[in-house]
């Protein structure tokens, strides 16, 4: 399954967190939050940047053109939207090239009808704990709301996820489960990472 680290800031921290090989990189372009990256960090931290190590750009809410032209230089293979963005913004971003990964709130009120339209333009939905804030809040939704999703797009499991979980996703069975998503549970503070506790998790998810 892929591991992806999400809510990188600092270019020394993105650097160690590349040795450690996460499947997928994530930086948050959404200005409200704590881990919104400094684009001057990443034109330096991308000159030797991995190329087996997959980069997302996280945007909340943003038309295609605005995204298209903020990442100019910067070889993003991955649009993250966690926002409510329609199909339409969606089919622009495929057109210019970029693999896209759709976030979705969960709750027990979610109805799974708002996936279906994106299902034949993205490559991965993240399911995310519901928030004002669009994610990053460390907080877990109940995973047995998943049993209801029955597409076809392979999704990636977010929200609040700790090491102490590492048996429990290992357990976790749905057919379309991909990977995970670590943040917020990994940090010494909002967008710096626990060099030392991501190496941990790696190696036992990969075990």
């Known amino acids: 399954m892929l591991m992806k680290v999400c809510g990188m800031k600092y270019s020394d921290n993105i650097s160690a967190l590349a040795s450690l090989k996460p499947d997928m990189m994530g930086f948050i372009f959404y200005p409200k939050s704590k881990r919104f990256v400094d684009k001057k960090v990443l034109e330096m931290s991308f000159r030797e940047f991995d190329e087996n190590i997959s980069k997302v750009a996280v945007f909340v809410n943003k038309s295609a ?40 709130p969960m709750s027990n009120a979610f109805e799974w009808d708002r996936t279906e339209a994106y299902e034949a333009y993205c490559d991965y939905f993240v399911f995310d704990t519901s928030s004002p804030n669009h994610g990053g809040s460390g907080q877990q939704f109940d995973w047995n709301i998943l049993k ?55 190696k036992e998810f990969r075990r």
């Not at 910067?74 to 329609?86: N, R, S, T, V």
């Not at 357990?171 to 990472?193: C, M, R, T, V, Y």
């Open 148 to 202: 209801n999703y029955q597409g076809k797009t392979p999704f990636l499991l977010s929200g609040g996820i700790s090491i102490q979980d590492i048996e429990q996703i290992k357990k976790f069975q749905h057919p379309q489960l991909a990977g995970i998503d670590i943040n917020s549970k990994f940090e010494i503070e909002p967008g710096l990472k626990d060099i030392d506790l991501v190496q941990k998790m790696i």
């Open 65 to 104: 053109e605005f995204i298209a032209s903020d990442l100019v230089g910067l070889h993003f293979d991955y649009i993250q939207l966690h926002g409510k963005e329609p199909i339409e913004e969606v089919i622009k971003l495929k057109n210019y090239g970029y693999k896209i990964i759709k976030a979705f």
